[in-house]
């Protein structure tokens, strides 16, 4: 059995990297997804305020087209890339 909770959190600035992946890769896509962020982070003098996250864009599961963002969230937002977006 799981314990679930629930807690609200405030408005948070976040450093994020969106793709589409699937079951079979989803664990090694999203490990670089986060290394990348990471260094685009440690170059552009981001600071991590601790939170790591993933935000799935999905309505419905499809195990072959998962439409999922990862991110960290940051003191302040720093330039992007055409894949990293600050919001």
């Known amino acids: 059995s799981y314990e679930v909770s629930v807690r609200e ?3 948070v600035k976040a450093m994020t ?12 896509d999203m490990g670089k ?7 685009h982070m440690e170059q552009s003098g981001a600071q991590c305020t601790g939170e790591c996250f ?12 998962i439409d999922v963002e990862c991110g960290f969230s940051v003191a302040e937002l720093v330039p992007g890339t ?6």
């Open 9 to 11: 959190v405030g408005p």
């Open 17 to 28: 990297l969106r793709m589409v992946t699937g079951m079979k890769t989803i664990s090694d």
């Open 33 to 39: 997804a986060y290394e990348v962020l990471w260094q």
């Open 54 to 65: 993933a935000l799935y864009h999905d309505e419905d599961f499809n195990p072959d087209h």
């Open 82 to 87: 055409d894949k990293i977006k600050g919001r």
